[in-house]
């Protein structure tokens, strides 16, 4: 009697199983975060790192962060107004080089291009600027640099030569044309 | 929950800005702070840069378009600066890149804000071998707790290619901690 049972829903395929609704659906993303789970309780890894800050250090760093934001506003120190100032130091200091060259005649000739060259690049020298590559690189036009500009020794054919055939595996994939350089 | 949008409207505008920014500085300071910490493990040098960070913000607020989310903006900036930082502390040492990253998880134990043993040692070890990007991702995912559309956003990269980055570095971490 039972086996003629189920000989019966086999021949009819019927399942008398079921699941809850949308059960496969959502079988995938149930199975990853399961998966999530037991990697963590399993893992090895710590649960923390074991950084600590300072007692009371969220209280003062807003003061601090608005104090050098929104209460220094207008006092944000661009690059343009150091140039700005450059030139007005430049000015002052040909006011008193002309002034004191006219009056007094026995001081050794201090060219103005000097000066202005050599206050401006001690200025430099001894003051770290604050000032990273990409505010830089925002101030400064690509078009008006020359790349032996910025170079010390100026670059021509046989240095880019030598450069990429002691870092460029094999030169022969750059496809140059080295008749040009001959 | 703050409406997002709203806020970038004040922060553009002189006479609500000030308190926006205040707003904004309070509503993000720990979650950058401790994104900033993981990268640069002390915490001098993450107040140091989160304080940078937020004057970048502050700086180019105008120029923030809304084309990414703010959270993402703010992430990717902190990450920069973070990085920067680090280049700069190298070069000015005179040192590489790796050489600082070991003095900087051995400078860990005399540090009086660093609570870790041993195995939180191990830990930065093992996350100093890792390539940046995959260190990113495992830090932000793992302690920060973060989702993978967040960090695909503040990362620029998809979330597959996060999936995939995180589980190498857990596999490489893991193997690290089993070995050493």
Known sequence: MFWSQIKDMKKDKKNSFNTPEGYFDSFHDRLM??????????????????F????????????????KTVKENGKVIQLKSYRTFYYGAAAVAAVF??????NWKSTPTVAFDDLANAEIDAYFESNELDINTYELAELVSLDNVELNDVLEQDLDAENILQYLDETVDDIDELNLDYSDYE | ???????????????????????LVNTYKERL????????????????????TFIKVYRNIDGFKGESKLYSWLYRIATNESLTFLKQKSKKAGISDEELKNRMIENLQSDVYFE?????LKLQRALATLPDKQKLVFTMKYFQEMKYEDISEALETSVGALKASYHLAVKKIESYLKEN
């Open chain 1, 33 to 50: 975060a399961r998966m999530e789970k037991e990697a963590q309780t399993d893992s090895v890894i710590p649960k923390s790192d074991g």
């Open chain 1, 97 to 102: 080089v002309l002034v004191f060259g006219i």
């Open chain 2, 1 to 23: 929950m703050i409406a997002e949008e709203a806020l970038i409207k004040e922060l553009k505008q002189k006479e609500s800005q000030a308190k926006a920014f205040e707003v």
């Open chain 2, 116 to 120: 870790g043993d041993e195995i939180q």
């Open chain 1, 52 to 67: 600590a800050i300072p007692e009371g250090y969220w209280d003062g760093v807003t003061p601090k962060i608005m104090s």
């Open chain 2, 33 to 52: 702070y401790w994104h900033i910490r993981r990268i640069v493990l002390n915490h001098d040098d993450a107040d140091d840069v989160l304080q940078n």
